[in-house]
T-cell receptor, first 113, second 115 residues
Framework: GNSVTQMEGPVTLSEEAFLTINCTYT??????LFWYVQYPGEGLQLLLK?????DKGSNKGFEATYRKETTSFHLEKGSVQVSDSAVYFC????????????FGTGTKLQVIP | DGGITQSPKYLFRKEGQNVTLSCEQN?????MYWYRQDPGQGLRLIYY???????QKGDIAEGYSVSREKKESFPLTVTSAQKNPTAFYLC??????????????FGEGSRLTVL
């Protein structure tokens, strides 16, 4: 079956530090990959996505590249801000069939001034 | 503004009581979903529906029930059979069409606490 594995948190960084949150997946076929972000007390919102191998998703300074050879979709940001403090979820949607999204367990990021 | 509205935001329940969580969307999306979120476990799918009057069990459907009588609405009932109902519940919707990448749109969630 499908699965997503994320690095465990929490991750604590100083403002302007470089961020990497690792995500690897297991899936048959050619899934679409997503990063969602959840701010405290809120629902999730899409941060970025990639639909095929070697695609790079980007938004708000965050980037992730779909690496089929390593089945990875690591999230990066060059300089984090306090406002980036949130929980980040990696997710996949397998091609074909009903749209059932598989989520990772989430990684909490705390950015301190 | 288009979006998904969940209510109530906070709900307290005594053991043995059924409760119903509301989810309404005005995005004209065909598919709707209910997820449960627990600390350290990510999101787990309870039920989903791709069209009106049809729904399917997800990974953890036991102790829950849903209905989909209208495209806009997908209420979730947490029954007394659910042994550990205290959690954060998230409703989501998505377009279902050829070529769509499957982005989910989420409500702000309902936090249920069993006393």
């Amino acid at each position: 079956g499908n699965s997503v594995t994320q690095m465990e948190g929490p991750v604590t960084l100083s403002e302007e530090a470089f961020l990497t949150i690792n995500c690897t997946y297991t899936a048959t076929g050619y899934p679409s990959l997503f990063w969602y972000v959840q701010y405290p007390g809120e629902g999730l919102q899409l941060l970025l996505k990639a639909t095929k191998a070697d695609d790079k998703g980007s938004n708000k300074g965050f980037e992730a590249t779909y690496r089929k050879e390593t089945t990875s979709f690591h999230l990066e940001k060059g300089s984090v801000q306090v406002s980036d403090s949130a929980v980040y979820f990696c997710a996949l949607l397998n091609s074909g069939g009903y749209q059932k999204v598989t989520f990772g367990t989430g990684t909490k990021l705390q950015v301190i001034p | 503004d288009g979006g998904i509205t969940q209510s109530p935001k906070y709900l307290f329940r005594k053991e043995g009581q059924n409760v119903t969580l509301s989810c309404e969307q005005n995005l004209n999306h065909d598919a709707m979903y209910w997820y449960r979120q627990d600390p350290g476990q990510g999101l787990r799918l309870i039920y989903y529906s791709q069209i009106v009057n049809d729904f399917q069990k997800g990974d953890i459907a036991e102790g829950y029930s849903v209905s989909r009588e209208k495209k806009e609405s997908f209420p979730l009932t947490v029954t007394s059979a659910q042994k550990n109902p205290t959690a954060f519940y998230l409703c989501a919707s998505s377009i279902v069409s050829t070529g769509d990448t499957g982005e989910l749109f989420f409500g702000e969630g309902s936090r249920l606490t069993v006393l």
